[in-house]
């Protein structure tokens, strides 16, 4: 006769062979899988972070720091010399000091007298319990911006892994396609990409969950610092009105929480009397909106979304016409908020700001392409196909993204990419981005994006025959004009490329004026193109004195000579996307030792990368010159030419001389 000890011990045996149990062990193995991921990739981002990322000021960075030290200062956004002083500190550690006349740029003077961002400040507060670790353990406090963004990155991580009501596919792939993004291109970046991303995505994560108070809070506090981000909130609003069956105090307590997004509103009302500094100073508008823009956000072969995670961008357009098909909401739904956002964006007026070769506004656009994606492969009748297709697709995000992270290039905002520069030589027609784009990318340097037209007409021209042409029309309106031929050259050599542009009408690599330049015949084109491209040149430092090359070549460039000679002319070679190389007199390249941080020299055979200088044209016969690492060339103390400064100066403004 059985005991009832030993019943027992069999029914827990029995138990241990059922289906139900064998699939909580797998749920378990594989939820400590994904927990085990995580601290991996914590570790490695951390640590990047923390000590291999060389930390540096871009973007809005210089406003950021300067909020982030007022809080550390006295829990404060105002701005005051005290904070200018610990912020100035920083950023001569660094390496990025900046001159004392920018120490109150993008800040405003309020009704009390006080000095405020016209950038909102809820990134730098996130940033200051970093930052007082940082300061107070005397390390480096520009690494805070990194390690913040990189905390923000592993809390939303987190976050899906952790959820309950997510099915393990969709934590897999949610929790890959975050991992492995563009995102990863703004990790060291000073200003507020992946704090919005990372809420945006917090967001979303808690909407499949149909969580929608958490998802209204994380949409709201992604909206403070980029205000577009609150008609997600409108569409969660409705989201848990409907899910509560229409309940009145739950809307009004979904409302409320929603409230979060109107702080800084209230708060520039309160200082300034109005409800948007960046709207009130003109540098937003809704005279800036336009469909070029939208479709540039999107589609641009330089900075849209489509070209830095094309498969699963298809992934999600697919998904959404399979929403339709299935008279389902939540993917259309998602894409229809995504592109008002988008046109909200366009508003912008200084289109190509800063970027690490994806759009800024761009970046926290992706978690709505993973999150549609991820949801939309539910469509697929077999298991096997749709993971197949997200496979391809992460594996498209690591090749494209790693690759950007191995030429980490910080000039890629004025200039073309290999994909545009293609279009523009194959078919220019099928690529006119927004004017200022255009003219930036063209001439190698920021302009005011309101005030560009003294820098038209530009030429792009291949192998000598212009392709694309931007140029003032006789109605004063900026109009493009392209090649109809299409030119069938794959690969296409791109030291082939000339940019020709014009400043104050005087064109940098031209004799003389050339006005009207759509009224020029094709061969007078041509011959302009192919005879602008080498010729003698003379540099003057800020001191007065011309740039020598010691002995006419073979030697160190030095500024200490008062007259023009031999030694003192240089042969400037245009290499194409505003890239060019010197020639001393003996006919050898100028060289910036060790691509930049060193000397010049005159002792090169060929031209490199070394031999390779990026022409910055400043206006009134004046040009910077970048060397390959990034770095400007300057004439310093007892006139040495060196490439070593990371910003342009007078140190680093040479007067042009065409001889």
Known sequence: MNTPKYIKLTKLRNNFRTPHFAEMLVKIHFRSMLFILLIIYSACILLYSCSLMTPIILGDGHEYLGMTVSFFNHLSPELNNIDNALRASIEKTNSAAFSASLDYAGYFKS??????????????????PVFSILHYLRFNELRTFSITNSVLLIVCLFIIVSSSKLTDYQKLWLFLFSVFNPVLLYIGWSSPEIYSYAFVLISLVFALEQNYQASIIASSIASLQNPPIILLNFYLIFCGYKKSKLDFKNLFYLILLSSISIIPYLFYYYNYKVPNLIVSTGSSSINFISFNKLINLFLDPNCGLFPYIPLLFVISLVGLLHSFQKRESFVPSIWFILVLMAIMVTTIGNWNSGMMYINRYSVWMIPFIIVTAVHSTKYYSSTKKRNIFLLIALMSNICITGILLSDYDYTNCVRFNTLSNNIMVIAPKYYNPPYELFVERSIGHEVNYSNFNSYLPIVFT?????????????????????????LFRVPIDETKIRIFYAYNGRYLFAEGNWSGAVNLSPRSIREFTRNATDFAVALRANNGQYVCAEAGGGRELVANRDQVGEWETLRLSYLGGNNVALRANNGQYVCAEVGGGRELVANRDHVG????????????NSVALRACNGQYVSAEGENAVVANSTSIGLNETFGFIRL
């Not at 192998?463 to 694309?468: L, Q, S």
């Open 462 to 486: 291949y192998d000598g025959e212009p392709r694309k042409i931007l140029y003032l029309s006789n109605n004063s309106s900026v109009t493009y004009e392209n090649s109809n031929d299409l």
């Open 609 to 620: 990368g070394w031999e390779t200088f990026g022409l910055v044209y400043l206006g009134n």
């Open 111 to 128: 009704l009390n007298g006080d000095f405020y961002s016209f950038h909102f400040w809820s990134y730098p507060l996130f940033n200051l």
